[in-house]
T-cell receptor
Framework: GAVVSQHPSRVICKSGTSVKIECRSL??????MFWYRQFPKQSLMLMAT?????????EQGVEKDKFLINHASLTLSTLTVTSAHPEDSSFYIC?????????????FGDGTRLSIL | DAKTTQPNSMESNEEEPVHLPCNHS???????IHWYRQLPSQGPEYVIH???SNVNNRMASLAIAEDRKSSTLILHRATLRDAAVYYC???????????FGTGTRLKVLA
């Protein structure tokens, strides 16, 4: 089945550091990928929609200058958390769909746990 | 955004069937109903999806009400590995976004 890979799985870094998270679709092409954030014991919150070759679409309340998204190819999207602070510590998850139809399920990566000291 | 409502938690005994309900009274005619589950520290795993007719796969069955305002995910024989948070999601037509609700935390008792 369709596989989405995230890297790294865990990051611990100091406050003020910028952190890049990669999301790859391993066996299919994805024109659209999605980025989510999940705090402990809460549900997933959609942050942005990543579109290959164009600007990402951010959800209300998500700072686009803080969370930089680049979708340079049909198999790779990256999320960069710039100047990360402890409140940015969270579980970040990406997903991708094999097709554009809304009956096509999304396939999720295993997430990246970001801890800012 | 189309919303879904699920019970916060449910319990089941091992090897018994489990019926996980979901209400989606504001569903539109083109919204598909998707179900996922999430284990701790993992991304969500696809379970099943449907539009109008009941659906079956190797993991579960999905029963959709005739008016489509509710659906039920059926696990035919719960195992300890089925303990997870189950999310019922309506995929937005046009944007293809998933808007996650709070989900149901399923506990399976040995």
């Amino acid at each position: 089945g369709a596989v989405v890979s995230q890297h790294p799985s865990r990051v611990i870094c100091k406050s003020g550091t910028s952190v890049k998270i990669e999301c790859r679709s391993l066996d299919f092409q994805a024109t659209t990928m999605f980025w989510y954030r999940q705090f402990p014991k809460q549900s997933l919150m959609l942050m942005a929609t990543s579109n290959e070759g164009s600007k990402a679409t951010y959800e209300q309340g998500v700072e686009k200058d803080k969370f930089l998204i680049n979708h340079a190819s049909l198999t790779l999207s990256t999320l960069t958390v710039t100047s990360a602070h402890p409140e940015d510590s969270s579980f970040y998850i990406c997903s991708a769909s094999t097709g554009q139809g809304h009956n096509q399920p999304q396939h999720f990566g295993d997430g990246t746990r970001l801890s800012i000291l | 955004d189309a919303k879904t409502t699920q019970p916060n938690s449910m319990e089941s005994n091992e090897e018994e069937p489990v019926h996980l309900p979901c209400n989606h009274s504001t569903i539109s005619g083109t919204d598909y109903i998707h179900w996922y589950r999430q284990l701790p520290s993992q991304g969500p795993e696809y379970v099943i999806h449907g539009l109008t007719s009941n659906v079956n796969n190797r993991m579960a069955s999905l029963a959709i009400a005739e008016d489509r305002k509710s659906s039920t995910l059926i696990l035919h024989r719960a195992t300890l590995r089925d303990a997870a948070v189950y999310y019922c999601i309506l995929r937005e037509s046009g944007t293809y976004k998933y808007i996650f609700g709070t989900g149901t935390r399923l506990k399976v008792l040995a």
